[in-house]
């Protein structure tokens, strides 16, 4: 049985069913034991700029053999000046190209500025936009520009239709920190984009192997 898959939670999932990348909540967590349905993934959170250094996130990249690097990224919400944030935003970046390893990006009122850091960047590993919640015209400038996108939890909630530009292109899906639960994502966004529940299930892994497995 092909398993879900989970882009992005800060939880253990503990269920064989399915496979996650778990989000380390700093670079000095701890992660449990390794085990087969888990990759991790270590950043510096734009609201925890200052608390962590560079430093601490390389190593716990390498002890933990991290599978992403993220979530960083842009966030107009955040405390931290925007100028820093970029800039660590593209330490990041330069740390995902020289371990081969994917972006996982955390975008918050920012999709502009982060379209222009990767057109200016010409990045050689996958950018992930994560809790992806934009409308039409927001998805489409993302997806050109190369960016996959996982759909944010609470918005496919809420959604009443998926942009047909995202369902064409395929999509990733996550639970991030919230209660959702995954299988019921699996059958809203079948739903949503008219597909049978098994075939998204498969298109969904196919995307996320080929982005965070990819050996
Ligand atoms: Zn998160």
């Known amino acids: 049985m092909i398993p879900f898959t989970d882009a992005h939670t800060h939880r253990d ?41 560079l430093e ?21 919400t955040a405390e931290a000046d925007f100028a820093c944030q970029e800039a660590c935003f593209l330490r990041h970046a330069e740390l995902a190209d020289a371990r081969s390893l994917p972006l996982v990006i955390h975008c918050v009122r920012a999709y502009p500025e982060i379209i222009r850091l990767k057109k200016r960047w010409k990045n050689t590993v996958p950018w992930i936009i994560h809790g992806f919640r934009g409308n039409a015209e927001t998805a489409r400038e993302l997806l050109k520009h ?11 909630r809420h959604a009443e239709t998926l942009h047909p530009e995202i369902a064409e292109a395929g999509f990733l899906l996550e639970t991030d920190d919230g209660e959702e639960s995954l299988p019921e994502l ?30």
Do not use: M
């Open 13 to 53: 999932p503990h269920d064989p069913g399915i496979l996650a990348l778990r989000n380390l909540d700093s670079p000095q967590e701890l992660p449990a034991p390794p085990c087969p349905g888990i990759l991790l993934s270590a950043g510096i959170h734009p609201r925890d700029i200052g608390k962590y250094d």
């Open 56 to 76: 601490t996130l390389e190593a716990c990249l390498d002890t933990h053999c991290c599978a992403a690097v993220g979530e960083c990224g842009l966030d107009r």
């Open 146 to 156: 190369g960016f996959a996108l996982s759909l944010s939890p609470v918005w496919l």
């Open 186 to 215: 699996y059958e809203r966004a079948a739903r949503l984009a008219g597909t049978a529940p098994d075939e998204l299930r498969e298109r969904i892994h196919k995307i996320f192997t080929g982005i965070f497995q990819h050996e």
